[in-house]
């Protein structure tokens, strides 16, 4: 019956049976008492349910790293351990003593723990965590602890126990690690409602971290993956909920039409990395011939390009559009004190150091107390026979007055033990056998003291200064078991736009300004700039607003353009520098911003947002420049100053949500630029990759320089050209330079090279041209060659000649500075030599790759241009101060 039938009931009867009719109370009650509410079960149960699996199977426990199974298959192999292999079926087996589940829950859990080489010596066939195949059959393959393990892991003295789920066995609570094991092997388990995911750490690192945190330092951990790749820990937040960790597979340049893939993401397999890029390509996201696996021991993919793929474009596709690259989200969760909890891997790194250096202060004094003992006994047996006691109990005639008679031979001695004679102790007495007795060595026993005495010397000597013992003993680890175990995923920053670097610029963006249109389709209209179908673009209008939208063939931007172009997301080194009037008469503010992400085609608003707010002065700044403008003032009466010169350099970059500073309270008529700005951002260090021709940020190939603003890049051909450059990283090269370096202003170029018309080889100095075209330094002759070039300052050469009768052969060393003056580029240069020339090198000059360091100079003048505390602007109309600028300005 329901609860709703009995209320009916109830009321029927008037609510008053109880006290008319007592029986039908007493049945009603009976009732009521058989009644189980289904909220009441699915509350109890579920959470029964829930608290079980979280506990008791998915996620690990904080003191020693292992779930429940992972931790009885340990424990039992250390019970089967005899030095030899053990067959993983009869692993399964003795497991299930312990853990109340399937063999094949068991058998995964072991078979993992094997692939992670770590714990477990393994032997056969246990499957290939590149490929994703699968071990083969338990009873066709062995394990057993690997020595790591036995030293680290287990402990019989300092292990707490409790008895096993039907009570007949012990099973450790929790193994006595002395190492962070959790952080070293990872962990992913799935609850009822929770999820735990720990990425693996590197080894050696863990080591390390750990002394590190001992010696009250702040440790900094990074993962690890045992499959490589690189990956870019930026946004990794110690591992906590909330983090993203970017990997990428490692992919290499064969030649200009082949790709291999050598290092694949973590949690990625070979079969499933080739269906993804096979996938992309049916999709038309990447062009490819033909793939192949040939992973064996080492991972190995090969990949045909098809005809005319840029190998850079075809990585940078296969980063953007397959599984080459994937995000991770850890979630550290662990269970600590009996319940979950949420921490971060160097909280987990720091406690697991704080049980490691307890764990050795239990053995340190299991140990000395295992040595007072012995030392006890030894000094016991000592008197016992060197002052012959056993002597004064051949004349008693019972066990008690034996006891007694011993007990009072070594009452004159009991001050030298450290604690009381206890029976035990004169029981193990009259256990020594005659035969010992006659034998024994006075010398010996005395060599046994001193060896036990200096030993529990050291063992309190170690007690004492436990942190220095702890630091000492994962140095040990590290030297004993970290040969090989050296970092293997590389640590990286990617960029963030891939897809849009991957597209090329085959479309043309073309703006109607007044009809506010933009798009590829309008090719009546102003050309803005190239541009790829996939790019988005950045619109701001008169208004204050502006607009991210996707490419399209003809879209509706907004009326009143002032600014639009290709949009580049999360780019934080393009500044904008605005000035804009709030309302139809309000003051004029002004601000320094970047836009780094928006949400596409929502409208946001950079003014206070009062209607007649209007930009007066905009400026889009790669590198973010500050320029000084001048500020025009509406006339009116005694408004003396109408003239106000504004630095953007004095003002801090704050986001575009900002207000800004007050620049006047007056009626502003114009702005217009003074000074071109300055950069006001750190330097770029730029890379050149000699294998597919292209500039990166990436520290792939050639480091070339830091650059920053209107620096310039020196590249000098083969060919007998040079050219000055921006570093813009979208820079093609038609051909691999001789020299690319960061340009100097002044620099002095040395050539020797060969006339053709004139058959004689010559050298010359020149200055290089500050001129965006290819200049040639050699002549346009057709047989005109480039044998050396230079940039050193004073260079060298040894130069080996023949006479006309060519029979004898002549060195000579020029330096060449004082073989010949910097003359005109066009200037042909002087004559070599009047022989024939056989050959020449540098001694001094030849071109030196540069080394990519940071240097202080540039930190400095980092710090200088940034300013980043600056507040003050400009207050009111008395108050100016100057500096540079760019570009747009507008009159009203």
Request: glycine letters at 6%; a positive charge; one cysteine or more.
């Amino acid at each position: 019956m329901s609860e709703k039938d009995l209320d009916n009931q109830h009321e029927e009867t008037g609510g008053t049976d109880s006290q008319a009719d007592p029986e039908s109370a007493q049945t009603r009650e009976d009732q009521e008492s058989r009644i189980t509410r289904l909220s009441g079960m699915y509350k109890g149960w579920f959470l029964d349910y829930a608290s079980y699996v979280i506990l008791e199977r998915a996620v690990p426990e904080l003191r020693d790293g292992l779930k429940p199974v992972q931790r009885r298959i340990l424990h039992s192999m250390k019970e089967l351990d005899d030095g030899r292999y053990n067959k993983v079926a009869n692993i399964i087996g003795h497991t299930m003593k312990y853990h109340p589940h399937g063999d094949t829950s068991i058998g995964d859990a072991l078979v993992q723990l094997g692939q992670k080489d770590l714990l477990v010596d393994t032997q056969g066939n246990w499957g290939n965590t590149y490929t994703g195949d699968s071990s083969a059959a338990p009873r066709y393959i062995e394990a057993r602890p690997s020595k790591f393990a036995l030293e680290v892991v287990f402990n019989h003295k300092t292990t707490e126990w409790k008895k096993s789920y039907d009570g007949r066995n012990r099973e450790p609570v929790v193994l006595p690690v002395k190492f962070p094991l959790l952080l070293a092997q990872g962990v992913e388990g799935i609850a009822v409602g929770l999820a735990s995911k720990i990425l693996p750490h590197n080894f050696n690192e863990l080591l390390d971290s750990s002394v590190k945190y001992l010696k009250g330092k702040k440790p900094g951990l990074l993962p690890d993956f045992p499959t490589g790749g690189m990956a870019d820990f930026t946004k990794y937040n110690n591992g906590q909920r909330g983090g993203r960790v970017r990997i990428r597979a490692k992919i290499n340049i064969i030649d200009k039409k082949t790709l291999t893939i050598t290092e694949i993401p973590y949690g990625i397999t070979t079969n499933s990395l080739i269906d993804s890029i096979l996938n992309a390509n049916d999709k038309g996201k990447i062009k490819i011939k033909k793939i192949e696996d040939n992973t064996a021991e080492n991972v190995e993919i090969a990949i045909s390009l098809a005809t005319g793929i840029s190998p850079d474009q075809a990585i940078d596709a296969l980063y953007a559009f397959t599984d080459c690259e994937v995000s991770i989200s850890p979630n550290c969760c662990v269970i600590a004190d009996g319940k979950p909890q949420f921490m971060s891997v160097n909280d987990i790194l720091e406690i697991s150091a704080q049980n490691t250096v307890r764990l050795l202060k239990k053995e340190l004094e299991i140990k000395k107390h295992e040595l007072l003992e012995q030392l006890m006994f030894s000094s016991l047996e000592k008197i016992f026979i060197e002052k012959r006691i056993y002597r004064n109990i051949e004349k008693c005639e019972t066990w008690e007055s034996v006891l007694n008679t011993i007990n009072e031979g070594l009452k004159p001695f009991k001050d030298e033990f450290y604690r009381e004679i206890t029976q035990d102790d004169i029981i193990r007495l009259t256990a020594i056998k005659i035969k010992r007795i006659s034998k024994y060595d006075s010398l010996k026993a005395d060599e046994l003291i001193r060896n036990l005495e200096a030993e529990l010397a050291d063992v309190n000597k170690k007690l004492d200064n436990l942190i220095g013992y702890a630091i000492d003993y994962f140095k040990y680890l590290k030297d004993k078991y970290g040969k090989g175990r050296e970092r293997k995923t590389e640590i990286r920053y990617f960029d963030n736009i891939e897809a849009t670097r991957v597209a090329a610029a085959n479309e043309k963006l073309y703006v109607n300004r007044s009809e506010g249109f933009a798009g590829t389709g309008l090719k009546k209209d102003e050309y803005v700039c190239d541009c790829s179908d996939i790019d988005d673009i950045i619109v701001f209008r008169k208004d204050g607003t502006f607009i991210v939208t996707k490419v399209s063939e003809k879209s509706f931007v907004g009326k009143d353009v002032i600014y639009i172009d290709v949009f580049k997301r999360g780019d934080d080194r393009t500044i904008y520098n605005m000035i804009y009037r709030d309302g139809r008469n309000g003051k004029a503010y002004i601000k320094r911003f970047p836009i780094k992400g928006v949400t596409r085609d929502r409208e946001y608003d950079l003014t206070k947002g009062n209607n007649g707010s209007q930009v007066l002065y905009l400026t889009a700044n790669p590198n973010g420049e500050a320029e000084v403008v001048k500020v025009h003032l509406k006339q009116k009466p005694k408004l003396k100053k109408t003239l106000l010169d504004v630095d953007f350099s004095q003002l801090a970059v704050k986001n575009r949500g900002a207000v800004g500073n007050i620049v006047t309270r007056h009626q502003v008529k114009k702005v217009e630029l003074k000074d071109e700005g300055v950069p006001t951002l750190p330097s770029r260090h730029i890379w050149f990759d000699n294998t597919v021709l292209r500039l990166n940020a990436d520290k792939r190939g050639q480091y070339v320089g830091s650059f920053k603003g209107d620096d310039k890049i020196l590249t000098i051909y083969s060919s007998g050209t040079y050219r000055l450059m921006n570093y813009d990283l979208s820079s093609h090269f038609e051909e691999e330079p001789l020299i690319i370096k960061k340009y100097q202003p002044g620099k002095i170029v040395t050539a020797i090279y060969y006339d053709g018309r004139l058959k004689n080889h010559y050298i010359k100095r020149f200055e290089v041209d500050e001129t965006d075209k290819i200049v040639s330094f050699i002549g346009e002759h057709s047989e005109n060659r480039l044998l050396k070039v230079s940039v050193h300052p004073s260079p060298v050469i040894k130069m080996e000649t023949l006479t006309k009768a060519k029979k004898k052969k002549s060195e000579e060393d020029i330096v060449i500075e004082d073989f010949i003056n910097v003359k005109g580029l066009k200037a042909k240069g002087k004559r070599i030599t009047q022989h024939k020339l056989k050959n020449v090198k540098w001694i001094t000059g030849e071109h030196q790759q540069p080394e990519f360091a940071e240097e202080q100079e540039d930190k400095a003048e980092n710090n200088k241009t940034e300013n980043p505390g600056s507040e003050k602007i400009i207050n009111d109309d008395r108050k100016t101060d100057t500096g540079k600028s760019k570009q747009i300005s507008f009159d009203f």
